[in-house]
């Protein structure tokens, strides 16, 4: 069992930045896949970034790219999103999530999720 808790969420302007953290418990979080994903009133869960069990490896969304950047430490189990030049639409619930080893790029097969943290940018 893992459980994810996520912290970092706000109010922020247009062009600013937050930092996202995503604190998992147990001693088996290097052996998940993490992922950020993020919802939106009336729209579906969508990803936006991604992050193999070493670190090696990421995947993004075209909408963040070059925006947004997601890491991990797993001596800390945390994952982070860094979000730069954030924008109105960006405004959204963000949730942590973990799966056992591949990368996540959607919503399937997720085994734990956060209880999302709300991030609202301001035009």
């Known amino acids: 069992q893992v459980q994810l808790v996520e912290s970092g969420g706000g109010l922020v302007q247009t062009g600013g930045s937050l930092r996202l953290s995503c604190a998992a418990s147990g001693r088996t979080f290097s052996m998940y896949a993490m992922g950020w994903f993020r919802q939106a009133p009336g729209k579906e869960r969508e990803i936006v970034a991604a992050?193999?069990?070493?670190?090696?490896?990421?995947y993004y969304a075209d909408s963040v790219k070059g925006r947004f950047t997601i890491s991990r430490d797993n001596a800390k189990n945390t994952v982070y999103l860094q979000m730069n030049s954030l924008k109105p639409e960006d405004t959204a619930v963000y949730y942590c999530?973990?799966?056992?080893?591949?990368?996540?790029?959607?919503?399937?097969?997720?085994?734990?999720w956060g209880q999302g943290t709300q991030v609202t940018v301001s035009s």
């Open positions: 999530a973990a799966k056992f080893g591949v990368v996540p790029t959607t919503r399937n097969n997720i085994e734990f």
């Open positions: 992050i193999s069990t070493s670190g090696g490896y990421t």
